[in-house]
């Protein structure tokens, strides 16, 4: 999990009335998103670093899907900026990834339901959070890690007059 970070939960997006909750707050520095899909998103699992190690995050939803994606970002100079998706009444049916290099998706069915996206600023990415049970992914939201510092440039052209 990442240092010691105030994070602003934005979402889930999808059916948070079924299934248990689960959480990744603090998985920030993603290194491969693990997809299996049809016309749902049946679970989604990630590779993400810790401390300089690889980690792999549990399964959430189950893998019984007739697809199965592997987005493999360039970590650790790739970063998600932004997902977006649809859902139904009772599922998660289709996510996209966007990183400041691209994007990836959509996986599963992205003509159906409700449409969501969740921007994020630069390098801000916190962590995904939602709902799942066993017949796959229900909801889906992401964890924002507000920017710690101020960004200024000292201009050097500046003439002080007396």
Not at 30 to 37: E, G, M, V
Not at 98 to 103: I, P
Not at 131 to 154: E, F, Q
């Amino acid at each position: 999990m990442s240092d010691n970070f105030t994070f602003i939960k934005i979402g889930p997006a999808g059916c948070i009335n079924y299934g248990h909750i689960w959480d990744a707050k603090g998985c920030d520095k993603i290194a491969q998103i693990f997809i299996c899909h049809d016309n749902e998103i049946n679970s989604i699992q990630f590779q993400y670093v810790e401390n300089g190690t690889m980690l792999l995050s549990q399964t959430f939803g189950h893998n019984n899907g007739c697809n199965f994606d592997v987005v493999k970002l360039n970590y650790p100079t790739e970063y998600i900026t932004w997902i977006s998706g649809s859902y139904s009444s009772i599922n998660l049916c289709s996510i996209r990834f966007g990183t400041n290099s691209g994007e990836y998706g959509p996986f599963g069915q992205s003509d159906i339901g409700k449409e969501f996206k969740f921007r994020l600023g630069e390098n801000q990415f916190g962590g995904f959070h939602g709902n799942a049970n066993s017949k796959g992914l229900k909801s889906i939201g992401v964890y924002l890690k507000p920017n710690t510092t101020l960004d200024y440039k000292v201009n050097k052209n500046i003439v002080k007059f007396n």
